[in-house]
Every structure is written in structure tokens, then in C-alpha cells.
């Protein structure tokens, strides 16, 4: 039985419904102006550690008030979107990163109320910026990424993370070293949901139905680092099973998933009839 703390999490639409963004926001008590000097002191540091310091004076700023941190997205979020995507500066690139990273940092902990719409916003394009050809800008995305998932509730995992990873992995515009952190992140929360009982380990469950196809699409990637990646993804998808008759083929399963042919269909189909007979047995026996 799930809480009803934890229910409201996975109440339909929570993560499609219309963006906050879209709409006119409430008055906020930081101006368009004072958080456009802030990422204004974030842009023109000397050094990377000068812009760090700059996003956390920008963020501690905003979550000066955490209830209404989030009205500050509408002004914050489109300037540093667009100096992610800034092909002729690799500096306001890895800027950028490292303000996602610190938003993750800051936010997260004392504003969990912003998780979902904060990663539905932001995760995309840090994913995209694991494919920079800058090593820096790479470094800073991958240290936002590995902050974020160590700072995340059990809630945002599934009905933030997941969900967001999975619209990302089956987008047309995403990079592919992007779909491949995708992919191993989905891994990463399988994993420890299977090593916990409650609540992440039922919504992940509950979670297979959906996240079995985005996964498999990604074994027939032409890239081979997406495909060993949903390979291994897929095999910690299966570890979620409670059955051990079926879990104990999901090898067949994939090999059959990633590899199709009439040999290994014939296998999967053999082995869980099997698994059928033995779960039949069990049960008038």
C-alpha cells in the first residue's frame, strides 16, 4: 500500500500537464533585472570556480524564500538555455552547466517542491551537453548530473526522473551520448529499487509496462554505446520481476529483444512456456 504522500506523486498528468513557463507568474521577491545581474556575474568570471561561486550567490538569492523559488524559472531558465546552446563560446557553455548543477544542488534540498518541473526544464539539455566537444563543459554536466541523482526523493526518481529520461531517450533531437547517461540512469534507479521494499520498488514496477519499450528501442540504436547501454539498462529492468520462474529467463528475453531472429524467438517462446507450467503447477499444487 502506498502512502497518499507518495500517491499525489503519481496522480495522471502530473509531469505532462502544461509548464508553469507557459503562463504569466506571480509576483516573485527577485526582480527579472537583479537575476539578470547574477547570471550577468556567472558569465564573466575568470575561472570556472568564480562562476560557481557566482550560481550559488544566484541561487542561495532566489531561495532566500523557498515557497516561491520557482517563480523565478520564468526569467532564469530561457538565458541559460540559450548560453548552453552557444556554439561560439565553449566558456558560457560550461557556465551554464554549472549553474544547472548548482540549481540541482540548492534546489533540490531545500526546494523539493520544484524537483519535478526543475528536471522536466533543465535535464534535457545537460544531457545534451555530455556530447560537447568541450571537456570542460562535459565535466560540468556530468558533475550536475551525478548531483542531482544523489539528491533526488524517492518521488522525483520515478515520476521526475524516469519520466523525463524516457521522453528524452525517444526525442528525435537528442544526442546520443545523451540517450546513452539516459539510459544508465534508468538503470542506476532499477538497481536501487530492487534493493529496497515500498515505495520505489512498487512505482518502478508499475513503471516496466512503459519503460520496457523505451528501452528495447534503444538496443537497435545505430550508435553501439546506446545499445550496450539499453542492454544492461534492460537487465536491471528485469531484476524488478518478483517471479523467479520468469525472472531466470529474462536473459533469453533480451538476447531475444536485442538480437531478433526465428532461433532465439523460438527459445524466449520455449522457455516461458515453461515458466507457465511451473507458475500453473505451483499454483493447483
Known amino acids: 500500500m502506498i502512502p497518499l504522500s507518495h500517491e499525489l506523486f503519481l ?16 509576483k516573485m521577491s527577485l526582480t527579472d533585472t537583479a537575476i ?18 557566482a550560481a550559488l550567490t544566484l ?29 561560439k563560446s565553449g566558456t558560457r557553455r560550461e557556465s551554464a552547466m554549472i549553474v544547472y548543477g548548482a540549481l540541482y544542488e540548492s534546489f533540490i534540498p531545500k526546494s523539493p517542491i520544484t524537483e519535478v518541473l526543475l528536471l522536466k526544464e533543465t535535464l ?19 558533475y550536475a548530473i551525478d548531483a542531482m541523482l544523489g539528491l533526488l526523493r524517492e518521488e522525483a526518481l520515478v515520476v521526475g526522473l524516469v519520466r523525463v529520461l524516457m521522453a528524452y531517450i525517444g526525442g528525435s533531437g537528442s544526442k546520443w551520448q545523451g540517450r546513452v547517461a539516459a539510459l544508465l540512469l534508468i538503470g ?24 520496457i519499450p ?3 528501442s534503444g538496443m537497435h540504436d545505430l550508435k553501439n554505446e546506446v545499445s550496450r547501454a539499453a542492454v544492461k539498462t534492460m537487465t536491471s529492468l528485469g531484476k524488478l520481476l518478483s517471479n523467479d520462474d520468469v525472472a531466470r529467463h529474462i536473459p533469453t528475453l533480451i538476447k531475444t529483444m536485442s538480437h531478433p531472429s526465428k532461433e532465439t524467438l523460438q527459445k524466449a517462446i520455449h522457455d516461458l512456456r515453461y515458466a507457465i507450467c511451473l507458475c500453473r503447477s505451483s499454483y493447483y499444487y
Not at 539578470?36 to 561561486?53: C, E, I, K, N, P
Open 214 to 216: 523505451v528501452v528495447e
Open 59 to 87: 541561487c542561495n538569492a532566489i531561495l532566500s524564500d523557498p515557497a516561491t523559488a520557482h517563480c523565478s524559472f520564468h526569467t532564469l531558465f530561457p538565458p541559460l538555455a540559450k548560453a548552453a546552446a552557444d556554439k
Open 36 to 53: 539578470s545581474d547574477y547570471l550577468t556575474a556567472v558569465f564573466s568570471a575568470d575561472s570556472s570556480q568564480g562562476s560557481l561561486d
Open 11 to 26: 496522480m495522471p498528468g502530473i509531469l505532462d500537464a502544461a509548464s508553469p513557463l507557459t503562463e504569466q507568474p506571480p
Open 124 to 142: 534535457p539539455i545537460v544531457l545534451d551537453g555530455l556530447a560537447d566537444k568541450g571537456a570542460v563543459v562535459r565535466e560540468a554536466s556530468q
Open 188 to 211: 542506476k534507479v532499477a538497481e536501487k529499487a530492487v534493493t529496497r521494499d515500498g515505495f520505489l520498488k512498487e512505482v518502478m514496477g508499475r513503471e516496466l509496462e512503459a519503460l
